[in-house]
């Protein structure tokens, strides 16, 4: 049986493109970039990398990138990006919570909920970070975006989301697991309408620190998260819908 999120971007690529949360790809791309200090020897890693338009951009500055998601329509498409674009991406159809990589990655970067919280169960979510953290070589780092539970605590994320150009009803937002469910109606990429039952991961900012700091990790930067414009000065606030979190792993020491 199909989970949620597979169904959900089995036939969803060029639609997804077109989403307006998807339109920041380039400033994040920026902040990405200085991050790095700019530096082209570094290797990148992006998990749940969608239709590549991070992964895209970045072989296009000249960063060597390699690229997994779990969706072959959303790989096709970024295949399809970097052969227009002109550039090599190593792109793989993988779950995330099964990845063999290990000390071979310079930045790993999860952007939009490239696959992170929409597994089922804590222990999965928790997986990938693991997973994320073993691909990465000492003194590497990692730039990810997740959904912020501060949000839903203050705000209606049905409201949100319909704002933003998905359909969705019937969301609960559960204050013991942070888990919301709903209902969202959707259009794939062959015009068929689709009616899925979602549940998501939110998590607290004091979570995000505990689980990468027990993981190995140090210097744990949570910050607001606005699209398209990444930035350290932004500070989280129950307005922003998602966090945006860096953190690297010490110089000569792996967990």
């Known amino acids: 049986m199909k989970q949620w999120y597979e169904e959900f971007f089995e036939n969803y690529a060029e639609s997804y493109d077109k989403e307006s949360f998807t339109q920041g790809a380039m400033g994040e791309v920026d902040f990405i970039e200085q991050e790095i200090d700019f530096d082209k020897t570094r290797r990148i890693l ?14 296009v500055r000249g960063y060597n990138v390699t690229g997994v998601d779990l969706s072959r329509a959303q790989l096709n498409k970024a295949i399809e990006k970097a052969k227009k674009a002109k550039v090599t991406v190593d792109f ?4 995330a919570r099964r990845l063999d990589f290990k000390n071979e990655f310079d930045l790993v970067i999860m952007i939009c909920e490239g696959a992170f919280p929409l597994m089922e169960t804590d222990e999965m979510n928790f997986q990938i970070l693991a997973n994320a953290q073993k691909a990465l070589k000492p003194n590497g780092k990692m730039i990810l975006t997740t ?8 705000h209606s994320t049905e409201k949100f989301l319909n704002e ?3 359909k969705s009803r019937d969301t609960h937002f559960d204050f013991l697991t942070c888990r919301e469910t ?12 689709k ?5 998501d991961r939110y998590y607290m900012p004091s979570e995000m620190t505990w689980y990468l700091k027990s ?3 140090k210097n744990v930067g949570i ?19 998602e966090m945006l979190v860096v953190a690297e792993m010490p110089e000569n020491e792996k967990y």
């Open 147 to 154: 959904l912020s539970a501060l949000f839903p605590i203050f």
């Open 195 to 199: 009616i899925i039952d979602c549940t």
């Open 182 to 193: 709903s209902t969202v109606e959707m259009m794939d990429d062959s015009g068929v309408k």
């Open 164 to 166: 933003h150009g998905l």
């Open 92 to 95: 793989f159809q993988a779950d």
């Open 46 to 59: 992006d998990i749940g990398c969608g239709t590549g338009r991070h992964a895209v951009e970045l072989a």
């Open 215 to 217: 993981l190995g990790f």
């Open 223 to 241: 910050f607001g998260c606005r699209l398209g414009a990444f930035s350290r000065n932004d500070v989280l606030a129950p307005d922003d819908m």
